[in-house]
């Protein structure tokens, strides 16, 4: 499924938890951002927060909590050289604890929410921490699933391309 603007815009229950925060300014330049070289840092958090939102209804879970810290997992403006310079620890640990700090600039944050984004990184490294809700457990299971999908996009579309050729090739020689 291609994560399109219109799957998350038309969903009003979804978009009246979350609309207040995709009117900042500084949360809206993370559109200018690559992420996971095929998306932009923003459409990567709106794609984690709506799948995240979704599988959170289903399971009767926190749904605002989820829809929210989604937005937010990955409010930082750094690149990793940048996030290197800083000698705070590894990407992977650093880039959460400055999305809680410009996201607490931006909204209030729930102890839940708080451990969503900074647990989002589980099991990629070990100064993390240990996910404490089940919400967190479903956002950082979905950020995973969405980057293998983001980073493989291009890969799919080589592969699409190169198939459909060889098929027009195959007609050419047959015809
Ligand atoms: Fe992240
Ligand atoms: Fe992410």
Redesign the pocket.
Known sequence: MEFVRSIWENDKDYMALVEDLLEDENLLKLDEITHHHYTTRLIHSIYVSYVSYKIAKRLNLNCRAVARAGIL??F?HEGREEIAALKQGSH?CV??KI?VKNAEILTELSELEKDIILK??FLTTVGVGVPRYKESMVVTCV?KYC?ISEISTPVRMRLKETVSRWGLKLRVVNA
């Open positions: 997992h990955d930082f992977n880039h959460p999305a989002h990184m950020d980057a």
